[in-house]
C-alpha cells in the first residue's frame, strides 16, 4: 500500500535532480569552476592523505617482513620512516646552505679582484615571476583506457590528434594545453628538476624525464667542503635512457669528484634559481674531458603530482634572447 | 542508522578509491570503489534518499574527472530511481539482490565510460563494454562480501541472545 506513495516521490525527487543537473551541465564554465574546484578541495586532500597513510603502512609493512624474512639482527641498522624523513628534510636543508654559500663565495672572490662599486648598482626590474601548474602523474590504468580508446579511433571519425597525448614511451601528466601548458616547459618537483614537457594535447601532456636520451640541460657542478660549497665546471647534462645521466664537456682541467652536487646552470636562464639534478656517482678520465655519471635525485615511479613551470612574458623573453 | 551507514559507505568510498587504483592498478578485474556506493545506497536506502545520494555522487565523479559537470549526476540519480522502484517490487532474496547490484554497476560502469568517451571526443568502443562487464562484476562480488559482513555483524548480538536457551542444557550434558 505504501508503494504507490514512494514511488512517486522517488520519481519526483528524480526529475528534480534531473532537472538541477541538466541545468548545471548546460551552464557555462565560470559557474561550473567554482563548484568543480570547491568539491576538488573537499575530495582531493582527503584523498591524498589515505594514499599517503597506505603508503607508509605499505612501507612499514614490508619492512618488517624483510626484517622476519632475513632473520638477522637489522633493528641497528635499519632506519625508522621518521628518521628518514628528518634526514631527508636535513639534506635538503644543506643543500640550500651549500648553494648559497656558493653564491656568497663567488660574490665575494669578485669582489676582492675587482674591488666593491661605490655606486650602489640599480636594481634592474625584476622579471615577471614564473607561475607553477600543478598536476598529476596518469596512472597506468587511466592510459590503458585512452591507449584502448585511441586505438579504435580514426580520422574519418572526427577525432582530433592533438586532443590526447597518448605517447606509450612517456608519462603522461593530466594537464594540456587548457591549463597553459606548452611544449618544452620545465618539470619539476620541490627544487629537483624532473623534466620536461613533451608535447601537449587539450587535456593532457607528456613528459620526457631528465634520463630520456633526448634531453639535454646545461648543467653546474656545486662541490661540497668543510666551509660550505663552491661552484665547479659547467657541463651539459645529457639522459642516457637508464637510470644514470651523463655530464658531458667538462673539461680534465676542472676538478671533479664523486660527492659532488649537479645543479641547473645560472648561464641556462631557464629557472629563477638553481635546482637540483643529482649527485655525482663516477668519474672516469675520457681524453680531454672527463666522464661523468650522475644519479638524478628524483625517481619516477615515486612521483604522484609535479609542477610545470611556466615562465612570465618577460622572463620567456630573456629565454628567447 | 541507515542513512547514516549510507553515507559513511559513500566517504569511506571516496577516499579510499586512488589506494584500491594502486593497490592493484595492474588488473583489469579490480573493484570500482567510486561506483560501489550506488549499489549501496540503492539497497541500504531506496527512494528519494538513494536518488538524492546517487545524484552527489555522481556529481562529485564529475568533479573528480571531467571539464563537464552534469552528466554522471543526471544518469546516476535515473539509476537510483529505476533501481529503489525495482527492489521495491522484487523479493528480498541474494540471487535477486546480487542480479540487481550488477545491473546497476554495469549500467553506472557504461554511463560512467561513455562520458569519460564523450568528453574526450572519442567514439564509444565495444571493447570498453567488456571491460565494464569485469569491473561491474568485481564490484558485486566486492559489495556482495561487505554486505554478507555487515549483515552478519548485526545478527551476531541476536544469535549470542538465542544461544542463551542452550546454556542450561548444554550444562546438564556436561554433568
Known sequence: ?321 | MKLFFAVMLVLAALLLAPVMDQALGDFAFRPNLQLAPLAVCVSLCPGPAAVIGCGLLGLILDCLAGPQLGARAAGFCLLAALGSIAVGRRADSWPARVAGWMTILFVAELLSRIVASASLGMPFRPAAALNAALSATSTTIFVSCLWLAGSTLSRLPRLARSNRRFAPAIGRAGN
Open chain 1, 1 to 321: 500500500m505504501r508503494r504507490a506513495p514512494r514511488t512517486r516521490s522517488t520519481l519526483l525527487t528524480a526529475a528534480a535532480t534531473l532537472t538541477a543537473a541538466a541545468s548545471l551541465f548546460l551552464s557555462p564554465r565560470g559557474v561550473q569552476r567554482p563548484l568543480r574546484n570547491a568539491v576538488l578541495d573537499v575530495v582531493a586532500p582527503g584523498q591524498a592523505w589515505a594514499l599517503s597513510r597506505y603508503d607508509s603502512c605499505r612501507q612499514l609493512i614490508l619492512a618488517r617482513y624483510a626484517r622476519l624474512t632475513s632473520g638477522a639482527r637489522t633493528s641497528s641498522t635499519t632506519i625508522a620512516p621518521e628518521t628518514e624523513s628528518r634526514l631527508s628534510a636535513l639534506e635538503q636543508a644543506c643543500r640550500r646552505l651549500r648553494l648559497e654559500n656558493a653564491r656568497l663565495r663567488d660574490e665575494l672572490s669578485l669582489a676582492e679582484k675587482y674591488g666593491v662599486s661605490p655606486v650602489p648598482g640599480n636594481l634592474q626590474p625584476l622579471p615577471e615571476l614564473p607561475t607553477v601548474v600543478r598536476a598529476a602523474m596518469i596512472g597506468a590504468g587511466a592510459r590503458a583506457f585512452a591507449v584502448e580508446q585511441l586505438l579504435g579511433a580514426g580520422r574519418g571519425q572526427g577525432l582530433a590528434e592533438s586532443d590526447v597525448v597518448v605517447d606509450e614511451s612517456g608519462p603522461c601528466l593530466d594537464q594540456g594545453s587548457e591549463a597553459g601548458l606548452e611544449p618544452e616547459l620545465d618539470v619539476l618537483i620541490g627544487r629537483c628538476v624532473v623534466g620536461r614537457i613533451a608535447s601537449v594535447g587539450r587535456w593532457s601532456a607528456t613528459l620526457e624525464p631528465i634520463t630520456d636520451p633526448r634531453y639535454r640541460g646545461l648543467a653546474q657542478i656545486v662541490r661540497p667542503s668543510d666551509q660550505g660549497g663552491s661552484f665547479g665546471a659547467e657541463g651539459i647534462l645529457i639522459g642516457q635512457g637508464s637510470e644514470l645521466l651523463k655530464l658531458a664537456e667538462v673539461p680534465t682541467t676542472q676538478s671533479v669528484r664523486v660527492g659532488d652536487e649537479v645543479y641547473t646552470s645560472d648561464r641556462d636562464r631557464r629557472f629563477p634559481i638553481p635546482l637540483y639534478y643529482g649527485r655525482v656517482v663516477r668519474v672516469e678520465e675520457a681524453g680531454r674531458s672527463w666522464d661523468i655519471s650522475v644519479r638524478p635525485a628524483v625517481r619516477l615511479s615515486d612521483l604522484k603530482t609535479v609542477a610545470v613551470l611556466k615562465l612570465g612574458r618577460r622572463a620567456g623573453k630573456m629565454l628567447a634572447e
